[in-house]
């Protein structure tokens, strides 16, 4: 059986909110396994379902960039909060944005492009590094467009203009007039960085978190007692549900609670007197699906569990 650690079942604690008890069981009845734990703790009710990869845990800054019908977003991590705040880090990460926008989302690509001040794009981090005194590193990159309308941007947790924490670009492809479709796209934009939405449409959505959402809904319904058919039909309830609730298109509007995304944008093609369509988006959130390095958080929970920071907790 894998070690669990008193700062593996603080971790566990922390992205699921369960109980500390419920978290080193689920980790003795999943071998430590992190992900299996999560699984195990939502199937018996003991942790909400997360839409996060991971705890936002990295520190730095998403930044995007708009020109006519395209726009880039792209993250740059650095080790600590403080960083972000640093105006040479500011400007190399709204430079990034620009030549995202200009190149392409390859992160290779992007890395061996010529930055604007001379060099290259690595060569300036590497420059970065050394200036700032913190590891920094080009994690991400996104380029969207259209044929005709706009690309929206919105950034939330704003440090400086263009940069923050959270950053979204909402494509609205159609006629209308730019000014109706940038309204449109910035409140969408908003609902996006709120909501959080996995894809645009319920058949985009991942194969495999399908899968593992299925799974969890049938331990769960097991659990019930009912028959076999009742069972099904509540796996089948549930992942409906799932997929309502996290494609863009099927959520509800955040701006009154009621009404889907898609009637929001029917709604506004009808008033322009011209078709929109919600082409695609993009949602870049500091840090997502990042596991920070764990210090002395251990300490904490080796007290609350009566055991020693370096003894396993079992």
């Known amino acids: 059986m894998a070690e669990i ?11 699921t909110g369960a109980g500390m008890m419920d978290c080193k069981k689920a980790l003795a009845e999943n071998n430590g396994e992190m992900e299996a734990a999560i699984d195990w703790l939502r199937a018996k009710g003991l942790a909400a379902a997360a839409k996060k990869a991971g705890r936002t845990a990295a520190e730095g800054l998403v930044g995007v960039a708009v020109e006519g019908t395209r726009g880039a977003v ?14 040479i880090f500011q400007e190399f990460v709204r430079n990034i944005a620009q030549l995202a926008l200009e190149n392409g989302s390859d992160i290779e690509g992007l890395s061996n492009a010529p930055y604007p001040s001379g060099g290259t794009v690595s060569e300036v981090l590497t420059d970065n590094i050394a200036k700032i005194g913190e590891n920094q ?21 704003q440090v400086v203009p263009g940069l923050g924490k959270i950053g979204v670009l909402v494509a609205l492809e159609s006629g209308a007039p730019a000014e ?3 309204a449109l796209g910035k409140q969408i ?3 996006v960085a709120a909501a959080n939405p996995l894809a645009l449409n319920a058949d985009d959505l991942d194969a495999d978190l399908i899968e593992r959402e299925r799974s969890i809904a049938m331990e769960k319904a097991k659990e019930s007692g009912k028959p076999q058919n009742i069972v099904e039909k509540m796996v089948e309830g549930g992942l409906a549900k799932f997929r309502k609730d996290n494609a863009l298109l099927s959520q509800l509007f955040v701006m009154d609670g009621k009404t889907p995304v898609a009637d929001v944008v029917a709604g506004a093609a009808k008033d322009a007197g011209t078709g929109v369509t919600l082409k695609s988006f993009v949602r870049f959130q500091l840090g997502e699906g990042i596991e920070k390095k764990v210090d002395d958080f251990a300490a904490e929970v080796a007290a609350a569990a009566g055991t020693s920071k370096a003894e396993p907790v079992a």
């Open 137 to 157: 590193s080009l994690r991400r990159a996104a380029v969207v467009e259209v044929a005709e309308g706009v690309v929206v941007p919105y950034v939330h947790n």
């Open 180 to 182: 109706t479709l940038t």
């Open 5 to 15: 650690t008193a700062a593996t079942v603080k971790e566990l604690r922390e992205r």
């Open 189 to 191: 934009a908003m609902h």
């Open 74 to 87: 792209v993250e740059v991590n650095s080790e600590t909060d403080f960083v972000a705040k640093n105006e």
